[in-house]
């Protein structure tokens, strides 16, 4: 399976976990098993905000386009991520945000 990632600016987050054909999406579970070589499901037929594109099958290789939320510490590689090819069963790692800045402590006036 191969993802391709389309980033957008958002604060929620984006959880994927793949078993074969069959990917669970922040708990909605999408099966795509019955796709043949060949195949292509309509975006518009997929009942989720989170695919951004129609869902192909070439070569017995699924290869789909999902939204990417990036929150106001996004990283470049969220910003321009590449695309996940060949992806194991199991959680999908996505790109990570930038560390959060450390809040100095200020201590004004305390002698």
């Not at 980033?7 to 019955?34: C, H, M, Y």
């Not at 070589?37 to 070439?58: C, R």
């Not at 510490?73 to 991520?81: L, T």
Request: negative net charge; hydrophobic residues 40%; charged residues 25%.
């Amino acid at each position: 399976m191969n993802i391709i990632l389309t980033p957008q600016r958002r604060d929620d987050t984006l959880e994927v976990i793949k078993a074969g054909s069959v990917l669970t999406v922040n708990g909605q579970v999408f099966d795509f098993s019955r796709m043949r070589d060949g195949d292509t499901l309509a975006n518009s037929a997929i009942n989720s905000e989170w695919f951004a594109g129609d869902v192909e099958k070439v070569e017995g290789e699924l290869t789909l386009t999902l939204l990417l939320p990036n929150p106001w510490n996004y990283s470049p590689e969220q910003a321009f991520p590449v695309p996940l090819e060949n992806l194991p069963d199991g959680q999908v790692v996505f790109p990570r945000p930038l560390p959060e800045p450390e809040v100095e402590a200020v201590s004004e006036g305390i002698v």
